[in-house]
């Protein structure tokens, strides 16, 4: 089955979960007898090219033309390196790009989508595809029935592994049209910290923390940690903290290797975006809070005694390995 993946551009470098999506491209085309393709846009430095050309992959089609932010153009360019790479499954990865741009494929190809795989594809027989549901409560094995399929890849969920050999970078403009949309002016709000969907340790805070002038202890420890910033809904509802930072059934859904949840109570709703992280760690209060029961370890304690502890106890240990 040949394969092609979707590589999405980070300020000018390749997108760490598009590493992820080209092992996991790459491992699916060997296991099946295909080869793996990789689509990549925009403007991309050569090392990252080079980076990415190492995951195993036959050919990088590089468009270096178009926008990032032109959904439709981004649709056009993968369907024509679906179509130049003759590739029966498509692989995006599951965060702000790729679950834009999936849908849109899956609806012009006609093609069976599985969006939010947690791990690899069953190939034998009928072609399945594991995801989490209920607010990643159960598992579901979703099988895909057409020609063509898609699967958005949760960031996270498999790990990425270089291989032997270089693939080729290919410079690739096919006719995708007029652009539809033009960008006026572009601002970033997440500023210079991690980005929060690629992040192996995640530091989160909610309402326990009573007003936006206590998160310099949060933002420390994420220093400390060099992990991205979390926090639950009503934190950013009430303008504590901007959206993007917003976690949870209706906010982004992440799968760090650490989740630290400070002065969160744990609802359900909160808990389907951060129940796959490798490992949680609560402090609350509240020893009845119900983050607890999803907690690798807890700490019953004052998040204003317990974090500058925290704090102290990473910057001493670093400062012994030095
Ligand atoms: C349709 C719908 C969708 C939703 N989507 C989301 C979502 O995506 N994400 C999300 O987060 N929520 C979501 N919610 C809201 C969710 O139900 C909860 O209300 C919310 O998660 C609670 O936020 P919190 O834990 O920060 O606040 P609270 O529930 O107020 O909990 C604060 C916690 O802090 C603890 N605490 C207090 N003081 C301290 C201290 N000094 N030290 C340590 N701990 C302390 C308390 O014991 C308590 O457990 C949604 C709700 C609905 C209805």
Known sequence: MNVLVFAESDNGKVAKASFEAATYGTKVASKTG????????????????????????TKILHCSAVSDLDPSQLTRLTIAAAAESQAELIIFSHDYTGKSIAPLVSAKMKAGMV????????????FTVKTNVFSGKAFAQVKIKTDKKII???????????????????AYSPDLGAASVSVKEFKAEGGDGINLTEAELVVSAGRGLKGPENWGMIEELAKELGAATACSRPVSDIGWRPHHEHVGQTGIAIRP??????????????????????????????????????ADYGVVGDAFEVVPKMIEAIKAFKAGQA
Request: hydrophobic fraction near 40%.
């Open 257 to 294: 290797n650490l989740y630290i949840a400070i002065g969160i109570s744990g609802a359900i709703q909160h808990l389907a975006g951060v129940n796959g992280s490798k490992v949680i760690v609560v402090i609350n209060t509240d020893k009845e809070a119900p983050f607890f029961k999803a």
């Open 34 to 57: 295909g080869s793996a393709t990789i689509v990549a846009y925009g403007k991309l430095d050569d090392a990252s090219l080079k980076e990415l050309a190492s995951y195993g992959i």
């Open 115 to 126: 969006a939010g795989a947690i791990d690899y594809p069953e190939t034998n027989g009928d």
């Open 152 to 170: 958005t890849l949760i960031p996270n969920a498999i790990s990425k592994e270089k291989q032997e050999g270089q693939a080729e970078v290919i």
